[in-house]
């Protein structure tokens, strides 16, 4: 299997433009995690679906931030407009079937708003 | 609800010396205990993970977990470190059968030649 795969890796743009992070989980996997990674605040968990539908979105910083998942294969995080502030790795992960417990992680979109 | 204590954020051991990272955990019901490892600029990997039964889980690389519900703790351990274990470790919680997780704010493992 592929892994849960993250577009693009690396995103650097300019304060109010918009910004859309994209996600395919492994095949099979139902349930769908975004975080946030950063210096300061460590990793936080932003948004989780189960079956396409979000679940608890209580960690999404603001309404500068969305998230939508279409179907299985396909979730979008995204931010606009953008601060400096929002800098940040961001990380998918998926998880479902008989591991549902484990989580397995992309490898990240890293995040630069100048 | 649930929290994870991480002590230390930077620990620094010479290679071939025990590893020791410690990790204490809050939890209203049965926890998961999960240990995961993040090398520069890569996503996190699972090292191990603690649900039910026995409680010394074995992971890869050479390292492994006792879960002590008396001390509420969850210390990854590696009897010899090797230049390649240098990353950052993160101890994560869960209550039983559910799937958000609570990361702590990790720990820098360094090893020196």
């Known amino acids: 299997d592929a892994g849960v795969i993250q577009s693009p890796r690396h995103e650097v743009t300019e304060m109010g433009q918009e910004v859309t992070l994209r996600c395919k989980p492994i095949?099979?996997?139902?349930?769908l995690f975004w975080y946030r990674q950063t210096m300061m605040r460590g990793l936080e968990l932003l948004i989780y679906?189960?079956?396409?539908?979000?679940?608890?979105d209580s960690g999404m910083p603001e309404d500068r931030f969305s998230a939508k998942m279409p179907n299985a294969s396909f979730s979008t995080l995204k931010i606009q407009p953008s601060e400096p502030r929002d800098s940040a790795v961001y990380f998918c992960a998926s998880t479902g079937g008989l591991m549902r417990e484990t989580q397995y992680f992309g490898p990240g979109t890293r995040l630069l708003v100048l | 609800a649930q929290s994870v204590t991480q002590l230390g954020s930077h620990v620094s051991v010479s290679e071939g010396a025990l590893v020791l990272l410690r990790c204490n955990y809050s939890s209203s019901v049965p926890p998961y205990l999960f240990w995961y490892v993040q090398y520069p600029n890569q996503g996190l990997q699972l090292l191990l993970k603690?649900?039910?039964?026995?409680?010394l889980v074995k992971g890869i690389n050479g390292f492994e977990a006792e879960f002590k519900k008396s001390e509420t703790s969850f210390h990854l351990t590696k009897p010899s470190a090797h230049m390649s274990d240098a990353a950052e470790y993160f101890c994560a919680v869960s209550g039983t059968g559910a799937q958000k997780l609570v990361f702590g704010q990790g720990t820098r493992l360094t090893i020196n030649p």
């Open positions: 679906f189960n079956n396409n539908v979000p679940i608890d």
């Open positions: 095949s099979g996997h139902n349930s």
């Open positions: 603690y649900t039910t039964g026995a409680t």
